[in-house]
């Protein structure tokens, strides 16, 4: 079963503005990592945070981390039209789960001109 | 450019007749992802390998199988598709040094998008 829920499902915004989603998961983390997906493309990368972090920035980007509610957010300040994607947190869990990416449902993000 | 190649882009294919979809990469990376994502779903991993070491997720069907002839190469074959294996497939690859992993982020393919007719 999935690990993470993430909402909103969709987000539709002007550009400029700033877009917020956020993550939740079900079992403890070794890290949390953001990535995004145009359409019909594959994933790309964004920002990891590790379980013992708790604020991370790149750019316009911010993720935050709470790991005694077990969810994250992610930031995208001044958003352009160009960050119109699909957004995926996937977490990776210890033991047996390590080095295997686990994600959630993704945020659908519209960012108009 | 460093990167994951997938081939082809698109594939369609007849119901029960077998495809292999390819993946390279030029990262010389040790660890090789496969995942389907179905429409407007979240990424879901079938299999890995660790070098050689070929790891198989529990809910992954018997249709689904791998190999992985050498680091820069890694395939997807789907033995007899059915119309629920229409997805798209992404290729991943994730860097290692010696036995841990060291290098968290894993560099996707651009996708392969089955057709099932």
């Known amino acids: 079963s999935q690990q993470g829920e993430e909402d909103p499902q969709a987000l539709s915004i002007q550009e400029g503005e700033n877009a917020t989603m956020n993550c939740s998961y079900k079992?403890?983390?070794?890290?949390l990592q953001w990535y995004r997906q145009n359409s019909g493309r594959g994933l790309v990368h964004l920002i990891l945070i590790r379980s013992n972090e708790r604020e991370k920035h790149s750019g316009r980007l911010r993720v935050t981390l709470d790991t005694s509610k077990k969810s994250s957010s992610l930031l995208i300040t001044a958003s352009r039209a160009a960050d119109t994607a699909s957004y995926f947190c996937?977490?990776?869990?210890?033991?047996?789960?390590?080095?295997?990416?686990?994600f959630g449902q993704g945020t659908i993000l519209t960012v108009h001109p | 450019d460093a990167m994951v190649i997938q081939n082809p882009r698109y594939q369609v294919t007849q119901f029960g007749k077998p495809v292999t979809l390819s993946c390279s990469q030029t990262l010389n990376h040790n660890v090789m992802y496969w995942y389907q994502q179905k429409s407007s779903q979240a990424p879901k991993l079938l299999f890995h390998y660790y070098d050689k070491d070929f790891n198989n997720e529990a809910d992954t069907p018997d249709n689904f199988q791998s190999r992985r002839p050498n680091t820069s190469f890694c395939f997807l074959d789907i033995r007899s598709p059915g119309l629920g294996d229409a997805a798209m497939y992404l290729c991943?690859?994730?860097?290692?040094?010696?036995?841990?992993?060291?290098?968290?982020?894993?560099?996707f393919g651009p996708g392969t998008r089955l057709t099932v007719l």
């Open positions: 996937a977490t990776e869990a210890g033991g047996t789960s390590y080095g295997k990416l686990t």
């Open positions: 991943a690859t994730r860097g290692t040094a010696g036995l841990h992993i060291q290098f968290d982020e894993q560099f």
């Open positions: 079992t403890s983390i070794n890290n």
